[in-house]
């Protein structure tokens, strides 16, 4: 295994972006509840944030609630809504001592009120700093959010601020939630599923995918550095031929 300095020499990605899957297995697997899986899978999310701003990473991305997820019963909906209200209230000074601004993608207004709130008050919180952006897409969908991005940009075209001949990728991307993010350069899935579920579907199309079979919760810091030498070995060609990047 290459050590932290190794990985730091090498290329890393700028964003990289997580589906972090399989808490309900993992904990099904103990004979738990899912709700144990959730709770957790928040150890894995403050310890793979810390080791990314600590890699240099500048963003990283986290799917932590999808559109779809609002599906599942109630009693799972609410812990981990919950969840996400405890967890970002004790880990705000974790984003701090380590220079971690928090940021969101997603339908946050349909979250519940507490929640928005927290979440609104831990991103002022940390808006000025500086090492790593960590953002939570919560009740994110991207189908969604290419629905909402047309929308503004027809209201636009028919108020005459935009002319459809002059559409192109950077007024589409400013109309997305990502709009401050860049391109991901890798995408993490654990829990051995190889799908992207509703996940970044246009900021992934150039993405380096990398699937891997632990559940969420046992997700380590060693998975991490080998996702990112993985990474490291891989030719991003960019519709080019090998020849032309040397
Ligand atoms: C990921 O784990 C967390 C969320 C989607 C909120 P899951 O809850 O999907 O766990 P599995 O995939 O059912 O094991
Ligand atoms: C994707 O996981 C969403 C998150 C990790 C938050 P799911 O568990 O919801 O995805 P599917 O349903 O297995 O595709
Ligand atoms: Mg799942």
Redesign the pocket.
């Given at each position: 295994m290459d050590s932290i300095d190794d990985l730091k020499n090498g290329k890393l990605p700028k964003h990289l972006a997580i589906i972090?899957?399989?808490?309900?297995?993992?904990?099904?697997q103990k004979g738990r509840l899912?709700v144990f899986?959730?709770e957790h899978?928040v150890k894995a999310v403050r310890d793979v944030a810390v080791n990314c701003s600590k890699l240099g990473i500048k963003y990283l991305t986290l799917?932590?609630?999808?559109t779809e997820?609002w599906k599942?019963p109630k009693l799972?909906v609410d812990t981990?809504m919950k969840l996400l209200v405890s967890s970002l209230k004790k880990e705000l000074h974790t984003l701090n001592e380590n220079n971690i601004k928090l940021n969101a993608i997603g339908n946050i207004e349909s979250l519940p009120s507490r929640a928005l709130a927290e979440l609104k008050e831990v991103m002022a919180k940390t808006s000025s700093n500086t090492t790593m952006t960590l953002t939570l897409a919560l009740s994110y969908g991207s189908r969604e959010e290419i629905k909402k991005a047309i929308q503004s940009i027809s209201t636009k075209v028919k108020n005459n601020i935009i002319s459809p001949e002059n559409i192109d990728e950077t007024i589409i991307n400013n109309h997305l939630y990502t709009r401050n993010l860049p391109d991901v350069d890798l995408l993490i899935r654990t829990?051995g599923?190889h799908r992207i579920s509703n996940f970044l579907l246009w900021q992934i199309a150039y993405a380096e995918l990398y699937f891997i079979d632990v559940?969420?919760p046992d997700f380590k810091e060693h998975h991490l550095l080998e996702a990112l030498k993985n990474y490291q070995h891989r030719e991003r060609r960019f519709g080019k031929t090998s020849e032309q990047l040397n």
């Open positions: 972090m899957d399989g808490n309900g297995r993992w904990a099904k899912r899986g959730h899978g799917y932590a609630f999808s997820n599942r799972e981990l829990s599923e559940f969420w």
